[in-house]
């Protein structure tokens, strides 16, 4: 499988946990892992299963390197439609109002300009007891068997 | 052999720059040298101990010294153990990440009455801070002195149940002391209005979760600006929150002018407001939380004065400073990361254009350090932090400082 991994961060975590499932499928798939803040909207490519790690900062807000993303997407509106992406959020349940509200806006962004998401998305708790990687390679292990069949199938 | 790099201070600026450093140049020697036997500075005695999940980045921070190879050299004092010149003398680059420990003061009569109190000497006392002064009796009514992060993480905790400190890292001493304080009243000042306050909007929000208290907010104004306008209405929400029996009341615009009481004891604070009117509020302890200032061995202000450029970070030729040490005490964790990445670029290259000049020894030229507190001997008190932890804390802090020195350097028997 050919993944684009990419991450939103504010203070590190999401990068981190991104290298560490770029190690886990290196080997096996095809992965390039990128700051959301050096991908462009126009680099979406329909052959391949984009994975996205995406914290919350403040008061549920994206964090800062997935600002500009997200703005460059809003501005010029292109249309995702045929692109997969599966997502896994990083949040802080201590702030339950706006919990995960970083990956769940980053979603909603994504799929109103036409992409699909495949899978559901995983959230990891800060405030939680698991690791945010014990959850994450599952995730990642089924969102590639997910989308070996649907992008595999729309070749 | 490889440059030799020295960050003086392991918080979040000095590990953010070793991320930073080691991710461009993993060849680099590079060691993180604290004066505390335990490393992360603020994570560990200023991030709130009911705010573990902003305490993850440590686990990236491990990884420097685990996976990254980064030296943590603990319970050496630089300016005391060491001298800066000496250190300088051995790194190829030096870099001054020790952050900002004294309080700032208001300078108004009345600042040494017993029962005033700064925030950063009542916050170290309460995350047990091996430094720290016992904790002092607050009585009934607490008047808090300032608008930022800091004031509003003493407000929550000392508004807090205990319940509602379950799965904190608040230790069995502060715990005793805040389940006992009798608090009733706790009125928290601004100086600015509202509108220009420095909190974070969400650590107001997170309020509204207190079950012990009513809340009421007086004067938060109105703002055009949208930053202030979303404080404002963070304000607006937790405006009559809940009946409990605490009070907590939130003021603005007023400027502290003299705090007074009898037998040496503060008993009335005293303000005047936008309009020049006289206020005068009734309290038994008054804790300013106004900021940081430089504090120590290392002669900040002389240094920052005659930086060759304070903007990046440089001060001289191989010395430089990051976090609040050089930008002053605003700013939160990930602003450090920031900080970190174009000081690191800026030492990387500065290193490259020095050519090749002899090798400096870097940590070897200290033998002393045989006897600091390695990664290891923190990873054994970390340990018995946490094995330790009673049922409803996820750690319990070893506040000594002859005991972490015990279990880091294995001296003697651990103490139960």
Known sequence: MNIMLLYGTETGNAEMLAEDIMAELDGDHDVECRNLSDFAPDEFDRSRLHMIVCSTYGDGELPASAQPFAEALKAAAPSLSGIHFAIFGLGDSEYEETFNFGSKG???LLA??????????????????????????????????????????NA | MSRAVAIVGSGPSGCYLAQALLKAAPELRLDLVDRLPVPYGLVRYGVAPDHQGTKGVIRQFERLFERQGAGFVGNVAVGEDVGLDDLRAAYDAV?????????????????????VHRAGR????????????????L?????????????IDIVRLLAKTPDELAGSDLGPVPSAWLAGSGIEEIEIVGRSPAAAAKFDAVMVKELAKLEGVRIRVLGAGASDDP?????????EAIDGHGAGPRRI??????????????????????????????????????VTAIGFGAEGVLPRDALIGSAADREAGVLAPG???????????????PDNRADAQLLATRILADLEAEGTPAQKPGRNAFPAWARAVGYEGWKRIDAAEIAAAPENRCRVKIASRETMLALALQTEECPQ
Request: glycine residues 12%; proline residues 5%; charged residues 20%.
């Open chain 2, 95 to 115: 870099v001054l990440a020790a952050g900002l420990s004294a309080d700032r003061t208001l300078g108004i009569a009345g600042e040494t009455l017993e029962g």
């Open chain 1, 106 to 108: 980053l979603a909603e």
């Open chain 2, 319 to 333: 010395l430089y400073a990051t976090g609040w040490f050089r930008r002053g005490p605003q700013g939160t964790i």
């Open chain 2, 227 to 235: 930053e202030g306008a979303k404080k404002i209405a963070a304000l």
């Open chain 2, 249 to 286: 009341t939130f003021r603005f615009g007023l400027t502290p002018m003299e705090l007074a009481g009898e037998g040496g004891r503060i008993s009335e604070a005293r303000f005047q407001d936008a309009q020049g009117r006289a206020i005068a509020l009734p309290c038994s302890a008054f």
């Open chain 1, 112 to 153: 109103s300009h036409g992409a699909v998401q495949i899978g559901e998305r995983i959230t990891h708790d800060a405030s939680g007891s698991d690791m945010a990687e014990d959850l994450a390679f599952p995730w990642a292990a089924r969102m590639v068997a997910l989308a070996e069949e649907k992008i595999g199938e």
């Open chain 2, 139 to 151: 009585g009934p009514r607490v008047i808090i002195m300032g608008n930022g992060n800091v004031a």
């Open chain 2, 122 to 137: 009542l916050t170290r006392a309460l995350y047990e801070h091996p430094d720290a002064e016992p904790l002092p009796e």
